[in-house]
């Protein structure tokens, strides 16, 4: 046990591949947390997250060989993670945004979003207003205020440059600032 | 830890794992695929410059560009001319190319702008070094040749040489009043010169290349405008459109001559 603790993901993958395929549990134990923070933003039902989260771990081991290990796993299997919930809004056509108690906390945090609107932001006016905002825009969105990841790390997982990402994050904001200036103020 | 619980995601995945029903997909199926994509991408790209090259050798090597030596009045005889499948082929192939590049996730942290320009630059580069070549006229020869893979190349040269109602090319081999009989690379034409507006530099002489715009009345064509060649190799695919269809060029012997 402390002999995989040590192991980065990287390494697991690499014996899972040759040698050790029991070792994918690790990988599991690793990311279920992780992956079912970023997966409740697009499923609300319990049952069918964990059905999406189930096949993600399935789609992740059955191509990891297609998995370059020189790059970091992370944004590999985020990758497939955020693949799979477009999917997934895509089958069942939804297109809700949800966020729990503790990405509010994140939300305060986030000091450049809007001094003003932090104070009065309500939560189902920033899911609608998310939830609104052009894919493009709103992946980057989430995935840097909600999922804390670097802007390299997004650009990994949603296979964008860098430059990119920083741009679609300040658009994505902004998108969002008008719309909550709308919805509390009436004014564009 | 909620060991062999059904619920749980890891026992879940772990379980299909163990059970044989999930298995990892081998490694040389991968690189198949990357293989396939590369080579699908190289073929795409080859292929688009080639079709740029061909362009740019149809376009020196028929009589489309010099259509717009007449200004306006030469615009239809040029459009109507213009090599439209192999521009509509090289664009559709460049497109296809960076469809399949995106594809395979190549460089995907570079900015598509600067790929796209790269792709397009390295297709021209390449594209015009194929059109100085005798590859493209390689082609050409095989497309109006007697073998049998003529047939795949033809469509693209064969615009080059077609009849047109606006505009004509073609050497003389006689000269009238005021018209002319000229070569072309499907028959001899006569070229009514009654209502010419823009005429010839140097006099008409038979054996010299021209081109004329106007428009075909039945089997004459009636020019507006026409322009002599200096050069027969300006022209270098009707010339050998011309030399297919008539052989080697000798003067028609003149009328007098042949009623005796």
């Known amino acids: 046990m402390h002999q995989k603790a040590i192991l980065t993901d990287e390494e697991i993958v690499s014996l899972v591949r040759t040698k050790n395929q029991e070792l994918y549990g690790e990988i599991i134990r690793r990311y279920e947390t992780k992956l079912t923070h970023y997966l409740r933003k697009f499923i609300h039902n319990s049952d069918e997250l964990k059905d999406v989260l189930q096949d993600v771990f399935i789609k992740a081991f059955r191509n990891l060989y297609d998995f370059d290990i020189d790059k970091k796993f992370s944004a590999w299997i985020y990758r497939i993670a955020h693949n799979e919930a477009l999917n997934y809004l895509k089958k069942y056509h939804r297109h809700s945004i949800s966020l729990e108690g503790e990405e509010w906390n994140l939300l305060e945090d986030k000091k450049d979003l809007n001094k003003e609107t932090d104070t009065q932001l309500l939560k189902d006016q920033i899911e609608k207003g998310i939830a609104l905002i052009k894919e493009k825009y709103r992946d980057p969105l989430i995935l840097s205020i909600f999922e804390e990841k670097s802007y390299e790390e997004i650009g990994e997982i949603l296979h964008l440059p860098t430059g990119t990402v920083g741009i679609r994050i300040m658009r994505g904001k902004k998108l969002l600032q008008q719309f909550l200036n709308q919805e509390f103020y009436g004014k564009k | ?260």
């Open chain 2, 1 to 260: 830890m909620e060991k062999n619980n059904p619920n749980n995601v890891e026992d879940k995945v772990m379980s299909q794992i163990k059970s044989g029903r999930v298995k990892l997909r081998s490694k040389y199926l991968f690189l198949a695929e990357k293989l396939g994509l590369g080579s699908a991408f190289v073929l795409t790209f080859m292929l688009a410059a080639l079709f740029f090259g061909l362009s740019l050798f149809y376009l020196k090597a028929t009589d489309n560009l010099w259509y717009l030596s007449f200004g306006s009045r030469g615009l239809l005889a040029f459009l109507e001319s213009f090599p439209f499948v192999l521009v509509i082929g090289w664009i559709v192939l460049l497109f296809l190319a960076g469809f399949i590049f995106r594809k395979s996730g190549a460089l995907y942290d570079k900015p598509f702008g600067y790929l796209a320009l790269a792709l397009v630059g390295f297709i021209i580069i390449i594209g015009t070094i194929f059109s100085f070549t005798h590859l493209t006229e390689r082609m050409e020869g095989v497309a109006f040749g007697p073998r049998s893979g003529g047939a795949v190349f033809r469509p693209f040269f064969k615009p080059g040489l077609d009849e047109r109602n606006r505009g004509i090319a073609g050497r003389i081999v006689e000269i009238g009043a005021d018209y002319i009989n000229i070569q072309t690379p499907n028959r001899i034409i006569k070229v009514n010169l009654g209502r010419l507006e823009e005429g010839p530099k140097k006099k008409l002489e038979v054996g010299m290349f021209v081109v004329a715009v106007g428009e075909k009345h039945g089997e004459e064509f009636v020019a507006t405008g026409l322009h002599d060649i200096n050069n027969e190799e300006e022209m270098p695919m009707i010339r050998r459109g011309i030399h297919r269809r008539f052989g080697s060029f000798e003067p028609t012997p003149p009328p007098i001559f042949l009623e005796r």
